[in-house]
C-alpha cells in the first residue's frame, strides 16, 4: 500500500542495475 516509497526504491534498484550492466558491457 506503500506506493510512495516503492518507487524510489525501484528507481534505485534499476539505475544500480543499469550500472552492473554498463560494468559488465565493458
Known sequence: MS???M???D???I???D???K???K
Request: aromatic share 0%; no cysteine.
Open 3 to 5: 506506493n510512495l516509497k
Open 19 to 21: 550500472q552492473i550492466i
Open 11 to 13: 528507481n534505485k534498484v
Open 23 to 25: 560494468d559488465l558491457g
Open 15 to 17: 539505475q544500480n542495475r
Open 7 to 9: 518507487p524510489k526504491i
